[in-house]
C-alpha cells in the first residue's frame, strides 16, 4: 500500500522563475494538504484540496496556487520566485470526515537562487 | 486563532529511559484534534498519535503516549524506552475539528537526541 508520494524530491530554481510540485496521496485518500516548511521552522498550512476544489487557504500570496485531479493527485504551482519561498515543501492526504490522522510525503526540497 | 508552544528547543535523553517532550495550546475551539509527528532528517512527517479534544482516555500507540491534560490545555509526548532511532525533531500539532481533512497548526517543534 504505498503512502503519499511527492515529486521531485530535490530541485533548484532562480528568482522569477516557476516551479510544479506534485504529490500522489496515500490509496483511498481523497484530500491533500500542502505545507511549506522554512528551516528550523514547524510547518506552515498552505491550501487544501477536496474534490477538486480549494476549500481552505493559509496566509500564502495568490502565487501560490494547486490543482486537484480527479484521481485525488494534486499539484503545488509557485509563480514569481523569491528567496523566500526556498523551503520544504510537504503534502498531507487524509479522508474527508475521518479523524486522526494526516499521512506526509517526504516532501520536495526548493532551493532559489 | 489557535496556536501550539513548544518550549523545548532541545534535549538529550539516555537510550532506554523515557522522556517527556512538552506541548500547550491555545484556542477557542470546543471540538479540537491534537497531533504529535517525528520528522527525521530526511524530511518527511511521520505520524505518531492523536488525541481528540472529546476523547477521555489518553492516547497511547505503542511506546508512545501522550498525556493529555484539557484544563491545562497541554498534550505532552511521553516515549518510552528511548531508541537511537528516535533521534528526530518532534512536532506537535493542533487541527480546528476532529475531522483529520482540516488544516493543522504546528508548534515550532522540539529537537530530541538519543545518547547510547
Known amino acids: 500500500d504505498a503512502g503519499v508520494t511527492q515529486s521531485p524530491t530535490h530541485l533548484i530554481k532562480t528568482r522569477g522563475q516557476q516551479v510544479t510540485l506534485r504529490c500522489s496521496p496515500k490509496s483511498g485518500h481523497d484530500t491533500v494538504s500542502w505545507y511549506q516548511q522554512a528551516l528550523g521552522q514547524g510547518p506552515q498550512f498552505i491550501f487544501q484540496?477536496?474534490?477538486?476544489?480549494?476549500?481552505q487557504r493559509g496566509n500564502f500570496p495568490d502565487r501560490f496556487s494547486g490543482h486537484q485531479f480527479p484521481n485525488y493527485s494534486s499539484e503545488l504551482n509557485v509563480n514569481a520566485l523569491l528567496l523566500g519561498d526556498s523551503a520544504l515543501y510537504l503534502c498531507a492526504s487524509s479522508l474527508a470526515g475521518v479523524h486522526g490522522e494526516l499521512f506526509f510525503g517526504e516532501g520536495s526540497r526548493l532551493t532559489v537562487l | 486563532a489557535q496556536k501550539i508552544t513548544q518550549t523545548q528547543p532541545g534535549m538529550f535523553v539516555q537510550e532506554k529511559e523515557a522522556v517527556t517532550l512538552d506541548c500547550t495550546y491555545d484556542?477557542?475551539?470546543?471540538?479540537?484534534?491534537l497531533f504529535w509527528y517525528k520528522q527525521p532528517s530526511s524530511g518527511e512527517m511521520i505520524f505518531l498519535i492523536y488525541?481528540?479534544?472529546?476523547?477521555?482516555q489518553n492516547a497511547t500507540e505503542g511506546r508512545y503516549s501522550l498525556n493529555f491534560q484539557k484544563a491545562r490545555k497541554s498534550a505532552n509526548l511521553v516515549i518510552s524506552a528511548s531508541q537511537l532511532g528516535d533521534s528526530a525533531m518532534y512536532f506537535c500539532?493542533?487541527?480546528?475539528?476532529?475531522?483529520?481533512?482540516?488544516?493543522?497548526?504546528f508548534g515550532g517543534g522540539t529537537r530530541v537526541l538519543v545518547k547510547p
Open positions: 484540496y477536496y474534490e477538486e476544489e480549494e476549500r
Open positions: 500539532a493542533m487541527s480546528k475539528t476532529e475531522a483529520a481533512g482540516n488544516k493543522l497548526t
Open positions: 484556542t477557542s475551539d470546543q471540538s479540537y484534534g
Open positions: 488525541q481528540g479534544s472529546y476523547d477521555e
